[in-house]
Each structure stands twice: as structure tokens, then as C-alpha cells.
């Protein structure tokens, strides 16, 4: 049924921005569009799919995954105006081309319409720390926390958190935040490598290694600074 492969989808895109895993989560969703060519949700999944691809790097062409994305998003929302998760991904689109100001239009149009979608937030709190906005970066990465701590992507938020607090100087809070970043998605590259380079700038090399949890698979962490 397509509900049930929607529900397959959704579950492997979230493994995406975590660990860059879950990539037949584009799968799912194109078999409900043979099916359905019209089905809001899966287009609304797919357009996600290629847009997170682009933003965690896993894309083979950014250039080419990021025009699906735009191209499935912008069908979805010509269909419904309303739909949050449309507008939140096309955000990312612009996001990862270093479009700004088109990145935060979509994310505050997403925000607008769902007020509590904390994956907006947490988007936005990089692109206001980019235009030197810094406290508003701050201030959305921590109200996507307050909105949903248990979030898959709490751990991102976490780390956004601790990257606008290092450059506000605030190094021990940044710290802090990156640290609870890597023990919420131990498996993740990209808290272990913030917290490795923050350590190093302060000269702590041999706190890298207890820095990281044993159930980490990025194992090179481990080796950097030998």
C-alpha cells in the first residue's frame, strides 16, 4: 500500500541527515508516484529526498539533485500553498546553493504556516549565523530544542548550537553543545569533527579520544591526532 511505503520512506530519510544512511528512502517514495503520479505526500518525500542528498553530501551531482528537489517542491506547493514540509525543504534547496535571504523566505513561509515545525528552526539557525546574525542563529537552534528535544535531528541542532556559540567566543558553551550533539548521534560524522577541532584549538589533543563514545563507527576520529 502507499501508506505503507510513504511511512518505509520518511523512516530511511531521517537516517539521512543523521549519518548520511537511508538512501532508499527515494525509492519508496518514486513507487507510490508510479502509482499515484499526483500523491501529495510522496512528492512532497521525494522533492525532501534529493534536497537532503545535496545537503549531506551524498549526492553524486548536488547540481542535478538539488533541481529535482526544487522541481517536485515547487509542484507541491502550486498543489497546496499550505504544505509546511514543501516549503522547509525548498528552504534547503536555497540553503545549499547560498541563496540567504530565499532560504529564510521559505523557511519563515514554513514556520508561518506550522508554527511548532521545528526542523525550520533548526534550518534557519545556520543561515542567520552565515548573514552575522549570530544570537538569532542562536536563538532558533535552541527554540527548535525547546520545540522538539527528542527530535531525530536534535543532534544537528545541538551542533549548530555549539558552532554559533564558538564563533560568539563563548568556547565553553560551545563545547558543551557539541558534546551533547555527539552523544545524541554517536555515529555521525559531523559532531565528532566539530568536537575534535574544538578541542585541538584549545590544545586539549588528548581529550580527543574520550571525547568520543565507543559506539562510534567513525572510527578515524580516534586516529587524527595520533
Known amino acids: 500500500a502507499s501508506e505503507h511505503l510513504i511511512a518505509k520512506g520518511w523512516a530511511a530519510q531521517i537516517q539521512i541527515g543523521q549519518t548520511g544512511s537511508g538512501l532508499e528512502a527515494g525509492a ?3 513507487r507510490v508516484l508510479e502509482r499515484e503520479p499526483d500523491n501529495l505526500t510522496a512528492m512532497i518525500g521525494l522533492g525532501g529526498f534529493h534536497a537532503m542528498r545535496a545537503v549531506t553530501f551524498t549526492a553524486d551531482d548536488p547540481d542535478e539533485a538539488l533541481a529535482k528537489a526544487e522541481w517536485l517542491l515547487s509542484r507541491a506547493i ?6 509546511s514540509l514543501a516549503h522547509h525543504f525548498l528552504g534547503l534547496v536555497h540553503k545549499v546553493r547560498g541563496e540567504p535571504r530565499a532560504a529564510l523566505a521559505c523557511l519563515d513561509r514554513a514556520i508561518a504556516i506550522n508554527p511548532s515545525l521545528a526542523p525550520a528552526y533548526g534550518a534557519a ?3 542567520y549565523s552565515r548573514m552575522g546574525r549570530d544570537q538569532e542563529g542562536l536563538d532558533h537552534a535552541l527554540y527548535a530544542l525547546r520545540l522538539s528535544p527528542r527530535d531525530p535531528s536534535a543532534g544537528l541542532w545541538w551542533l549548530f548550537a555549539g558552532n554559533i556559540q564558538l564563533e560568539m567566543g563563548r568556547d565553553d558553551e560551545a563545547i558543551a553543545c557539541v558534546r551533547t550533539s555527539v552523544t545524541l ?7 565528532l569533527v566539530s568536537l575534535a ?3 585541538a ?5 588528548e581529550e580527543v579520544p574520550r571525547a568520543v563514545p565507543e559506539k562510534s563507527e567513525s572510527e578515524g576520529i580516534h586516529k ?3
Do not use: C, D, Q, S
Not at 78 to 83: H, M, Q, V
Not at 201 to 205: A, F, I, K, N, T
Open 197 to 199: 577541532g574544538m578541542l
Open 224 to 226: 587524527v591526532f595520533e
Open 185 to 191: 548521534n554517536p555515529i555521525g560524522p559531523w559532531g
Open 78 to 83: 502550486a498543489r497546496n500553498p499550505y504544505a
Open 201 to 205: 584549538l584549545r590544545g586539549e589533543v
Open 125 to 127: 539557525a545556520t543561515l
Open 28 to 30: 519508496h517514495f518514486e
